[in-house]
């Protein structure tokens, strides 16, 4: 099994910047995609950013431009750093990945427990 933990979170002003971290553990053969997700109060959780093994990123249009995602291979560790943050970020924050799994080796999908961002007018 492999696990995931968040770290990085907290309260910031708007205009402001974070960055949050993403570990993964355990039984880990491979990592495909890492993403973050969030999930704002009486709202759907939607994807923020996603990086694939390789390198590749896509990312929401309410972000782009502000947060940047990026990876540590070696670290099995994807990193978000967000820029000129604002109140409408305010979310608690998941981090995902997928890959291969276990022994025996398993393609899976596994969630962190979701750190907590507030932006303050």
């Known amino acids: 099994q492999v696990q995931l933990v968040e770290s990085g979170g907290g309260l910031v002003q708007a205009g402001g910047s974070l960055r949050l971290s993403c570990a993964a553990s355990?039984?880990?053969?491979?990592?495909?995609?890492m993403a973050w997700y969030r999930q704002a109060p009486g709202k759907q959780r939607e994807l923020v950013a996603r990086?694939?093994?390789?390198?590749?990123?896509n990312y929401a249009d309410s972000v782009k431009g502000r947060f940047t995602i990026s990876r540590d291979n070696a670290k099995n560790t994807v990193y978000l750093t967000m820029n000129n943050l604002k109140p409408e970020d305010t979310a608690v924050y998941y981090c995902n990945a997928d890959g291969f799994f276990g022994e025996p080796h398993r393609y899976l999908e596994v969630w962190g427990q979701g750190t907590l961002v507030t932006v303050s007018p």
């Open positions: 990086i694939s093994s390789g390198g590749s990123t």
């Open positions: 355990g039984s880990i053969f491979s990592i495909n995609v």
